[in-house]
């Protein structure tokens, strides 16, 4: 049984260790890198989901006359083409954030959490506190 | 006119009045004038119905079919609605025209959105006033409040905006923690939430959650200010002296006993809370209250502190004879929302009166002011004597059914009545001696002439046998009332006091139908 | 014959225009264009409405469901749509008739990396992408194009927030799209196990599949990760972290937009997955998931109003009362009751409409002094007496005051709770309105009770592209607080079909 199951665990490391370097690391890049090997363990996932013991690849077998051969088990098409999908996905979201993070490196000149947070909270202080000074116009960052 | 068309026009008045506030906001004398006029009106269509309602009809006027699901938006105008109603609608052309007096006599800014709220809380307050079912009254009720608040904190000082926290923190939360969940609950035991004679919760509540659900509408209704929750009312004293009038005569704390008088009757039915003994608790609280509104009353130097004090223990009045549940204390509890109103605002407009005639906001400063201001000091005497329950006053007669009504079952009751009324007497009659018996003290104000010992003078005027002629063009100031505008009102006011006690047989009249047959004579 | 098409019209018509927008880039054409789709994907989201009786199916490309994919517009679904689009037309009007829109890149100044050439038409693209999004996941009946759609609205989300006025906008984009993108994985992991049990991405099928096989542990775990996911993006109590800065340093008109709709389709979607796809005996009766839900709800309604205390600017205030109100909506759920379910639809709309409405209003506001700081809208209802106004309108809206919509849906909510015996819940959604009278008057005394600044300049004129908007929605909320009758019965009735499993056939 337990052995039947091992691709589980192998989806299960992978999952554990992007989501742990997400929540972990502070640096923007390493958390993007961290996200990516999360989505891929889903992949993973969706793909040994599809495999049927014993399945052919899912193109139909034809006999020499052209009709279809009976009883061959193929495996299941469907995970892998949801997979593609996900994997566009995946892409798109990469993008995303890594555009993201080449607009905070030029808007904070860092990519780590600690000093973007720090950053940020001293924006609010000034915001605030500067009130009195600036009544109308704030800088464009 | 229709009986719908009048309890539509009754609420439609008030709302063209703050239309036409606004659009002649520039003419002061025509802003005042349409709020007189359309007053007037309102009173009018009011007074029209009630004999459609004493001849047992009950008009009815559905404005929105279903306000929640199974709930309309819809009046029906039953004898106790239309006293308060009457109450509300009878004393704002009097209330407006007083403003009108004291705004300019004391420089007031922002008139123009003072007189806006005004017809807006007399609109809510006739809105609650009709209001054919729970859903109704509590939106009513919430308007009511907040077309209050820009009142309360006219001043728009820090000390206002704090009143002002305190006047809305604790009559929305009240409102939303304990009503709306009263009622809620009732609509789900009951499944309706209309006001029915005999009461809709009769055997759909378990006799242990009597009192919880009572006390959740005693305390829900927070303007009727019982004590522990009464605050907001010696709070929302910052305000200018009509909008207190209001507040504490007219509209704001009879809307809070007027829709326990209404809950109780019509909700609960006074059968159940008979049978269940569920309001016991309440008398006793309204008594605390009662009693110790009054001690509280009497440590205040502050005139309008306490009158607000005093305001708390007349409340409690109305709430012990909703809480007796018996057909006496029920009338007892209406006719004092009448009683009381005119009586009280009596005194609130002589209070600003002296705030605008004479400048002086505190009872020890006020002595020999009767010499100066007669009028004033005149009604509040009489307005005092109307509180106190004194004939030939209205406050007698209502004073007289609370008592009929504790006298069958918690005779005791009578024993606080009596020992409140004593405490009425030592907090309110001291201010109107001091005004005529007392000489002025000799630093305040324009009597520096005298200059004489104020024990001197006490005792020449009190043990003078000669007419005050005599001595009058050396020791009798000159008049110097209010404005006119001020002292006419208060002059009406005061005549009503009197009126009320020999009108006080129509009002009865009126009650007695919601209550069935009734104990004492009328 | 094309009546039969509404329901794929309301994506489709989005759909195309974006690319379009992209092609085109004149900023006039383009926003009219824009505005345009936006308009005839609510026309067409209306007719529906009009329409649906007995659940609509379409069948994409003419396949059968279970082979193909499978729309469904159902009552509720209906409803969300036309909330969607109608508040996405709302928010595209702001920045039409002389407003500067804040969104970087779009405004007549070159924006801080220099670039020369007006962005606006990607702006518009993403807003419209992020519409397909939205509305795709609310009509789509296919457990996989729920996440498809998902991620769709969530990246062009992402873009939308990023372009913020401030440099702050790029870090809580970012945070958005970290936390956003595992909630999203994690949507997708429940729906990979679900098919893995019943073999079918179909909604109805899936939840026939249920009925079957019983109760295997997967399903837990598919549940446990479907649920995460959805509450992540929900935004309910501890996974709630990415909302504030997200609405706060998004452009006005993204954050009028999410507001009103982002949270509110995340929300069907969990109703869905409890109702239609796990059935309801399952969610409430086997795994108990009320007691999970119902305290989560109720920390969220307190800690979400209680922050918005303490907030020193509009939108965040605004923000964290939104996190308040996604716990009324998540209680109302956790009752596992009709009534509770009709409560939260009513709440999903009214909350909606003057939510939307109020962002619109602080989008004003940031138009004419420059700043949503509480701090610099001293004396607003002096210098903007109709903006201070609508905006106490739409307070006593959150707050739920008679007389408003926000008062339908509380009352609704009472009453859920009350028939469940909750008198204790009852108690709890009353004293949390408590909180919204505190952090809607700290607002009303700002404008109303403090001085305006002396030399503070405003800009002149009113700003009708947001101010009329607003002035809609939130006259529409008194609407049906005063006239509540039709609303009710349709939610009622949408209430029903969804309970009944969505109206399976």
């Known amino acids: ?141 | 006119m229709s009986p719908e068309m009048l309890i539509g026009a009754a609420l439609a008045l008030p709302l063209l009045a703050a239309l036409l506030v606004v659009v002649f906001r520039n003419q002061p004398n025509l802003r005042e004038a349409s709020t007189g006029v359309i007053g007037v009106a309102t009173l009018m269509c009011v007074v029209a119905l009630w004999p459609l309602v004493t001849s047992g009809a009950a008009p009815t006027l559905v404005l929105v079919d279903e306000l929640l699901p199974g709930v309309p938006l819809a009046f029906e105008v039953e004898p106790l609605g239309l006293l308060y109603a009457l109450v509300a609608a009878g004393l704002w052309p009097i209330t407006g025209m007083y403003a009108a007096g004291y705004m300019r006599g004391h420089h007031e800014k922002h008139q123009t959105r003072f007189f806006v709220c005004f017809a807006l809380a007399i609109f809510a307050a006739l809105g609650i006033a009709f209001a054919e079912n729970l859903g109704t009254f509590f939106l009513f009720y919430e308007v009511l409040t907040l077309s209050t608040y820009p009142l309360v904190t006219h001043h728009q000082t820090a000390e206002a905006r704090r009143a002002g926290r305190v006047y809305l923190g604790i009559l929305i939360g009240t409102s939303i923690c304990f009503l709306l969940l009263a009622i809620a609950w009732t609509g789900h035991m009951a499944g309706t939430l209309e006001f029915r004679a005999g009461g809709i919760l009769q055997g759909h509540i378990a006799e242990a959650s009597v009192p919880l659900l009572l006390a959740l509408f005693a305390y829900g209704c927070g303007k009727a200010a019982l004590m522990p929750l009464h605050r907001w009312l010696p709070n929302a004293m910052v305000a200018p002296t009509p909008v207190s009038a209001l507040l504490h005569a007219v509209a704001v704390v009879k809307a809070g006993v007027f829709g326990i008088l209404k809950i109780v009757v019509y909700v609960f039915g006074l059968d159940l809370l008979t049978s269940t003994e569920g309001s016991v608790w309440l008398m006793w609280v309204a008594s605390f209250t009662i009693v110790m509104g009054s001690l509280v009353a009497f440590t205040k130097d502050n005139l309008k502190a306490r009158l607000a004090y005093s305001t708390i223990a007349q409340l409690a009045y109305i709430v012990l004879g909703a809480a007796l549940a018996t057909p006496d204390g029920i009338v007892g509890g209406g006719l004092h929302i009448a009683t009381h109103a005119v009586g009280k605002i009596t005194l609130f407009f002589c209070a600003g009166a002296i705030l605008v005639g004479a400048h002086k906001k505190n009872i020890s400063d006020m002595d020999g002011l009767g010499r100066t201001m007669p009028f004033t000091m005149g009604a509040f005497l009489i307005g005092s004597l109307s509180i106190i329950g004194l004939p030939p006053m209205g406050g007698s007669w209502s004073k007289w059914f609370l008592a009929l009504g504790a006298a069958d079952e918690h005779a005791i009751f009578i024993a606080i009545l009596m020992l409140s009324s004593l405490l009425n007497i030592g907090y309110l009659i001291p201010i109107p001696v001091r005004g005529f018996f007392f000489a002025p003290k000799p630093s305040h104000g324009h009597e520096d002439e005298h200059g004489d010992d104020p024990h001197d003078a006490h005792r020449e005027v009190a043990a003078d046998p000669v007419g005050p002629s005599q001595w009058r063009p050396a020791r009798w100031p000159t008049l110097r009332e209010a404005p006119l505008l001020c002292v006419i009102p208060l002059c009406v006011t005061a005549a009503g006091c009197v009126a009320l006690f020999f009108f006080a047989r129509q009002f009865v009249d009126l009650l007695r139908p919601i209550v069935g047959a009734l104990g004492g004579p009328g | 014959m094309t009546l039969d098409q509404l329901p794929v019209l309301v994506i489709l018509i989005p759909l195309l225009t974006a690319p379009l927008i992209v092609l085109i880039r004149t900023p006039a054409v383009v926003r009219l264009m824009a505005i345009a789709a936006a308009a005839a994907s609510a026309f067409c989201a209306a007719m529906l409405v009009a329409r649906v009786g007995e659940p609509i199916s379409y069948h994409m490309g003419g396949w059968t469901p279970g082979i193909g994919i499978e729309l469904r517009a159902t009552k509720a679904s209906a409803f969300v749509l036309a909330l969607v689009t109608g508040i996405a037309t709302v928010a595209l009007l702001l920045g039409t008739r002389g407003t500067r829109l804040d969104v970087r890149g779009t405004s007549d100044r070159s924006d801080a990396t220099g670039g020369q050439r007006s962005r606006e038409h990607l702006y518009y693209a993403a807003f419209l992408t992020c519409l397909v999004g939205l509305c795709g996941m609310v009509i789509t009946g296919d457990a996989f194009n729920v996440f498809v759609f998902l991620e769709i609205s969530s990246l062009s989300t992402y873009a939308l927030v990023a372009m913020g006025p401030r440099r702050r906008a790029f870090s809580a984009a970012f945070n958005y799209l970290v936390l956003g993108t595992i909630g999203g994985t994690f949507v997708l992991i429940g729906i990979g196990l679900l098919y893995q049990m019943t073999g079918t991405l179909n909604g109805p099928a899936i939840s026939a599949r249920i009925q079957e096989i019983g109760d295997p542990r997967t399903l837990h775990v598919a549940f446990g990760f479907l649920f995460v996911g959805f509450a992540i993006k929900l935004a309910v109590f501890p996974l709630h972290q990415w909302l504030p800065n997200a609405y706060a340093e998004s452009p006005s008109a993204v954050s009028s937009f999410l507001a009103g709709t982002a949270t509110k389709v995340i929300y069907f979607q969990l109703i869905r997955m409890c109702l239609v796809v796990f059935g309801a005996d399952y969610v409430f009766g086997t795994l108990h998931f009320g007691s999970i839900l119902g305290p989560l709800s109720l920390l969220g309604m307190f800690a979400g109003s209680l922050a918005a205390i303490y907030q020193l600017s509009l939108k965040r205030l605004l923000a964290y009362s939104s996190i308040g109100q996604v716990g009324y909506l998540t209680l109302a759920l956790s009752l596992g009751t009709e009534d509770g379910l009709y409560a939260g639809l009513l709440h999903l709309g009214a909350h909606g409409v003057t939510k939307t409405g109020l962002f619109l209003l602080a989008s004003v506001i940031i138009a004419h002094v420059g700043t949503d700081r509480l701090a610099s809208l001293n004396g607003l209802g002096k210098r903007m007496p109709l903006v201070a106004f609508l905006f106490v309108v739409g307070g006593i809206g959150l707050i739920g005051v008679p007389g408003t919509a926000g008062f339908v849906s509380k009352w609704a909510l009472l009453q859920a709770a009350l028939a469940g015996d909750h008198l204790f819940l009852a108690g709890a959604i009353l004293v949390s309105s408590l909180l919204a009278v505190m952090y809607v008057w700290r607002v009303v005394e700002v404008m109303y009770f403090r001085e305006p600044p002396e030399r503070a300049p405003l800009r002149p004129g009113y700003d009708w592209g947001a101010l009329a908007p607003a002035g809609l929605l939130l006259g529409l909320s008194i609407a049906v607080g005063l006239y509540s009758e039709p609303i009710c019965v349709y939610m009622r009735s949408a209430a029903a079909q969804l309970f009944a499993g969505g109206g399976a056939p």
């Not at chain 1, 999360?38 to 992949?43: A, G, R």
């Open chain 1, 1 to 141: 049984m337990i052995a039947n199951l091992w691709h589980y665990g192998l989806v299960v490391v992978l999952m554990m260790t992007g989501l742990y370097i997400v929540i972990a690391k502070r640096n923007y890049v390493k958390k993007m890198m961290g996200l990516a090997i999360f989505q891929t363990s889903v992949i993973m996932l969706y793909v040994t989901m599809g495999k049927v013991t014993g399945g052919t690849p899912p193109i139909f077998v034809q006999n020499d006359d052209g009709t279809l051969t009976e009883g061959i088990v193929y495996s299941n098409p469907l995970p892998m083409v949801l997979m593609l999908t996900a994997i566009v996905v995946g892409v798109a979201t990469m993008a995303v954030g890594l555009a993201l993070v080449v607009r905070i490196k030029e808007a904070y000149g860092t990519v780590e959490d600690d000093l973007v947070t720090e950053l940020n909270r001293e924006d609010e202080a000034r915001r605030h506190l500067s009130a009195a000074a600036q009544p109308i116009k704030e800088s464009k960052s």
